[in-house]
């Protein structure tokens, strides 16, 4: 854990109190601030005006975690309506219902995992449909939850690693070793869908400690709001959800949480906002609406004065349905592990704005093809750039961002794993303060160097060789 997260402090990022100031009257000085603005979008909506939108009545999904706050909130608290929007929030069952919801048009767009835009794209897992983002919903948010009966066998294997802090997967691998010896069957894993975050996060995890996710563990499918009960019907020994799934089982007694992601990858990407890409070039200016609400509503939910009433209105039952004890837990700066312990402070586990957590970064989209790739989920070689540049829209977002008056970086590209301490992105309108963003493992990525960070996984079963994926990637 850094230095902030153990001093409990929030940090201060010069730039999320800012709201724009921009309403639309007839007055020539308002026109004179659109100036700068495309002659297409002049006309587009201000103050809960609809002059310029293709489409003003939407409907968007949501998942009932507690990053679906982004939407939520710019539906509650009026951002969607100050942008001429009239948006309902449809709450789904699972990420398939978005996906296909998204993909047929009964939904407008959707609270997505941050590769579903991806593998709809390419076409993995699902018939190709080209879907873009051009808004990172927020940070972190997930963790490692197991069964008190696998983490008194962990605890037993190797006291010693359990005792760590990030804690690493080595003693669940003497676990199934000793399993594997004694012929008994192998455990069984959840996780939320195959191109979800949260199934890179666990595989990342277990596989730094050599363990082989796809022969080692059965690794299944469970939608967020089920895996309490089949975590408490013992289905399943552990899961890598979202919350208030981690900290609901922690609560009811029945699991520990390990270790968040967070903790494995400081404040990687996590959420995003998604459409199709017919649907965003039948509807531009409609479009490049939703992103300024979502934008401003992201600044709004990270204040920290206005985070009890986030917790509030995401957990009615139309929402998340869940208690607000639980889901206040990691959404006010703290983390609970197991049920009888002290909170431990962890201020960026939820960020909806700070650290450029808006901005869809062609580098993070990158990671996440990388991961596809990995996991053999990706049989053809691509180039991994062009893929990326095309799916994450950062030219998008600069567009939405400059009329709302919000910084915005300047260039695409990043590398993760660098920086152990804040640090100030100047490669921006104006400088934007950055979290730490370290590897638990140590490793950094250089999304100039792809085929480096490929070759040095241990544990990997791709269907593409890395020579093949060298000649368009090099």
Not at 101 to 111: C, Q, T
Not at 370 to 398: F, S
């Amino acid at each position: 854990m850094n230095e902030e997260s153990k001093s409990g402090k929030t940090p201060v990022a010069g730039d999320w109190n800012r709201r724009s100031v921009l309403q639309t009257t007839a007055a020539a000085g308002t026109l004179a601030v659109l100036g700068g603005i495309t002659p297409g979008l002049r006309s587009a909506a201000w103050a809960a005006g609809t002059e310029g939108l293709e489409k003003t009545k939407l409907t968007f999904g949501i998942i009932p975690l507690t990053d679906c706050a982004p939407v939520v909130i710019a539906s509650e608290k009026g951002f969607f309506k100050k942008h001429g929007l009239d948006v309902t929030v449809s709450k789904e069952a699972s990420w398939a219902n978005i996906r296909d919801k998204v993909n047929i048009g009964a939904l407008d767009g959707a609270h997505m995992l941050a590769g579903m835009p991806i593998a709809a794209t390419l076409g993995v897992g699902a018939l190709k449909k080209p879907t873009i983002t051009a808004f990172s919903m927020d940070l972190n948010g997930n963790g490692i939850t197991v069964s008190n009966e696998l983490y008194d066998r962990m605890m037993e294997a190797d006291p010693e690693a359990m005792k760590e802090s990030p804690v690493s997967a080595r003693a669940l691998k003497k676990v199934i070793d000793a399993d594997k010896a004694a012929g008994k069957p192998a455990m069984t894993f959840a996780q939320v869908f195959p191109v979800s975050t949260h199934n890179y996060e666990i595989r990342y995890w277990m596989a730094s400690a050599g363990i082989d996710p796809d022969k080692d563990v059965r690794l299944i499918v469970i939608p967020p709001p089920q895996m309490v009960a089949n975590l408490r019907a013992k289905n399943i020994v552990g899961y890598c959800v979202g919350e208030p799934w981690n900290e609901r089982a922690v609560i009811l007694g029945i699991g520990r949480t390990l270790i968040t992601n967070y903790e494995i990858w400081n404040n990687n990407p996590e959420k995003v906002f998604g459409v199709n890409q017919e649907w965003a070039d039948k509807y531009p200016n409609t479009h490049l609406a939703v992103v300024r609400a979502l934008i401003e509503a992201g600044q709004w939910a990270d204040k920290p004065e206005n985070r009890l009433e986030v917790v509030k209105i995401i957990s009615r039952r139309s929402y998340v349905n869940a208690p607000v004890d639980v889901v206040k837990m990691s959404m006010t700066g703290t983390y609970k592990y197991l049920k009888d312990a002290e909170p431990t402070p962890l201020p960026d586990f939820n960020v909806f704005y700070r650290y450029a957590a808006t901005f869809p970064w062609k580098s993070h989209a990158a990671w996440f093809i990388t991961q596809m790739l990995r996991w053999g989920q990706i049989e053809q070689p691509l180039d991994i750039m062009k893929a990326a540049g095309e799916v994450y829209r950062a030219d998008i977002y600069r567009e939405a961002a400059k009329s709302v008056g919000v910084p915005a970086p300047t260039i695409d590209l990043k590398t993760e794993g660098t920086h152990a301490e804040p640090w100030t992105l100047s490669e921006a309108t104006s400088p934007i303060p950055m979290g730490v963003d370290k590897f638990f493992d140590g490793k950094t990525f250089d999304p100039a160097k792809l085929m480096d960070y490929m070759s040095g996984f241990k544990v990997k079963n791709m269907k593409v060789p890395l020579e093949e994926l060298a000649r368009l990637n090099s």
